[in-house]
């Protein structure tokens, strides 16, 4: 094998990857073959090439091909409208018929908050301490039970199928921490765990892919594209971005069952419609009836929901279009003119529609993507990659950029969409990510505890409630999904802090 593999390689120009074989043991040669037998390597060129190309392009190109957003293609929502209360009804019918599904991309792990666990296991220290994992299962569980109210129907009928993406590293303590965890009430039969990866067949073997390279990832390039190994027997990879969810879609949930994937899943279930997001996101709507009753309307193949940027210079992606199509640009991509270019009729930036990676999608688009998926060019990260020194086998550790790294995202897909549509939505009701450490001041767990509870007592408030000064009343999501259901607070004062995990308990929290 090493022998035909080795030609292979040389014919790809990726030979030097074979530099240290002769010093190997047998069981690191049968380690990097392994490796190396996994690896697509003309692909991997492909790859490169095509954002090499896809760079220059794009820094050849001026500003003057990204565009704002066209009206028709972005809508607001406001609460208590019309429009808004369509949506949702037609959302929620869909919800009822078993027709949404819902696909949470929970790869990451909290290194940087602090936590080997999954990023969705973190505690954002609410006084419930419920995980992220938590408060979305409930969310869930009370969508279904509105849904199947306002359609009428049996209890336990309606169902919104949850399909969590991990990645290799987290997959087994995301379903140990569901199993400990007793699913947070939903049933384990709706709730499909899946990795970013695949898992490799050889003959009739099968082999974990994460084993011999790692889920999720591609090779570590050096700047004209030659991979570089890690150690004298092994490639060193990284991430290669949430990009990698649509193949992950078609990959086998598992090695006993080569034919069942998130794909057929789907199909199996009827469901129509997807709701995507990422776990990080506290005040997220998940299975958002609104959301989804907006595609629908729209008859969009793929939807983004958006917040409008705080100021022109924040450092967020923006939906706009970019040679006449859909896309997401980087704020670094945009003139200081068109960051602070606004509609001389609303005032508003024209350039405001802030990504937050929240994405609606009927399942025929996510078939579909197969068809193009090879035709999107990679985003290159640059980075300091430590890797083995081919001319001595020493370690080195580099003090600037030496390399790249090769990324795909979710939104990459914009482009090929045929109907697109933006839903814009306040960002005070549904973004709080959470990313940074503890006590950074922005995007922390902090920050997300304020902005979840703050919420609660809108709610309350706009319910007809009265909440004194420094009064903290975390809602489970099971009281309520988005402010509905509390009728019974009308006139009544809040005067001590609390937790409410069924309406009645709040009688006990006011004066």
Known sequence: MAVDLRARYDAAGQGHLFTFWPQLSESD?????????????ERINRVYNKAVSAE???????????????????DKV?????????????????IARGEVG??????????R????????????????????????????????QVAQEEAGKPVGSVVVSWYIMTSGPTRLATEEFFKTNAYFGLKPENVIFFEQGAWLFVGANVLRFDIIVSVGTLPCL????????????????????????YAALRTPLSSNDKTRTVLSHLESRKVLYVHAYCVDNCLVRVADPVFVGYGISKQADCAAKVVPKAYPTESVGVVAKRDGKYNVVEYSEISTAQAEARDTTTGELLFRAGNIANHFYTTAFLRGVAAFE??????????KIPHVSLSDGASVKPTKPNGMKLELFVFDVFPHTERFAVLEVARVEEFSPLKNAPGTGADDAQTSRRDLLAQHRRFLEASGATVREGVEIELSP????????????????FTRSGIASAVEELDVLVA
């Open 113 to 144: 908050l602090g936590s080997s666990a999954p990023k969705g296991c973190y505690d954002i220290a609410l006084p419930s301490h419920k995980s992220l994992f938590q408060y979305q299962a409930e969310r869930i569980a009370r969508l279904q």
């Open 478 to 493: 099971l009281v309520t999904y988005a402010g509905e259901g509390l009728a019974l607070v009308k006139g009544k004062t």
């Open 56 to 74: 220059q392009s794009a820094s050849a190109s001026d500003t003057g091909s990204i565009e704002p957003l066209p009206q028709d293609a972005s």
């Open 102 to 111: 819902v696909l949470l991309m929970a790869g990451g792990q909290g290194t």
């Open 29 to 41: 040669r049968a380690n990097l073959a392994a490796q190396l037998e996994a690896l697509d390597i």
């Open 222 to 245: 050096t700047m004209d594209g030659k991979v570089l190994l890690e150690t004298k027997s092994r490639v060193a990879v990284a991430p290669d971005g949430n990009g990698g969810l």
């Open 374 to 383: 090879e035709d999107l060019a990679f985003h290159i990260a640059r980075k």
């Open 78 to 94: 406001t609460v208590g409208s019309e429009k808004e209360a369509e949506w949702r009804a037609n959302g929620l019918a869909a």
